[in-house]
């Protein structure tokens, strides 16, 4: 019974690792201590500026159009955005935490009893926890921008998706709809139950 669990959750269980080992050795990997913050390519505010040095900022607009950070402190470390969609402090940590939610959400999980207040409950977390990893970016990238302009004295515009294009703001929809469709099924699984 235990290993038909452990099966059944075993790529919950690889995400949950993968997101721990990849964001533990992206915080505390010394080596190249260098943080790329890719800029708008499509703002012609920096036109002029090839390259400058603020203490440890170098701005290069020219080619790459990128804020370079060299040995950053933990807080910008962990959370300046990554250019690779999947490789983001920020959403490695979501997809770690969302996984042991659905882990335990789902363990005593059975499809004769499925509308339960455990699974509810973990369909509304992670609602939540898809609201909040929004919230998270948007102050993410307003916090950056803050930090960059009192370090350089200049405004930047980050390269960062507008909240519509984003995945997880239109998941975090789709699960408010199956948190109300779950909590529909359990007053209904309910009445059922007294009824009998």
Same mark, same amino acid.
């Not at 708008?40 to 036109?47: A, S």
């Not at 203490?55 to 300046?80: C, M, Q």
């Not at 042991?100 to 509304?124: A, D, M």
């Not at 519509?164 to 408010?176: K, P, Q, S």
């Given at each position: ?17 993968? $997101? ?29 500026? $090839? %390259?400058?040095?603020? =203490? ?7 080619? $790459? ?24 402090? !920020? ?6 935490? =969302? ?25 509304? !977390? ?8 929004? $919230? ?7 916090? !950056? ?12 515009? %980050? ?7 984003? !995945? ?16 529909? =099924? ?11």
């Amino acid at each position: 019974m235990l290993r038909l669990k452990i099966a059944r959750f075993l790529p919950f269980f690889i995400i949950i690792l993968y $997101s721990v080992i990849i964001l533990g050795n992206k915080l505390f990997d010394q080596r190249d201590n260098t943080i790329y913050i890719p800029l708008n390519k499509y703002t012609d505010t920096l036109q002029r500026i $090839s %390259l400058e040095r603020y =203490g440890n900022i170098e701005v290069e607009t020219a080619p $790459s159009r990128e804020v370079i950070i060299r040995n950053p402190d933990f807080l910008i470390n962990f959370l300046a955005p990554d250019e690779l969609f999947i490789m983001d402090n !920020l959403r490695l940590l979501f997809f770690g935490i =969302g996984g042991i939610i659905l882990v335990i959400t789902f363990w005593n999980f059975s499809y004769e009893r499925p509308f339960t207040k455990q699974t509810t409950l973990g369909i509304k !977390l992670l609602t939540i926890g898809f609201f909040v990893f929004i $919230s998270s970016q948007l102050l993410r990238n307003a916090w !950056l921008i803050d930090y960059l302009k009192q370090r350089t004295g200049k405004e930047f515009e %980050l390269d960062t998706l507008n909240i519509f294009y984003n !995945l997880e703001f239109w998941l975090g929809f789709i699960f408010l709809r199956i948190t109300k469709i779950f909590k529909k =099924g359990q007053k209904l699984q309910q009445e059922q139950d007294l009824t009998v």
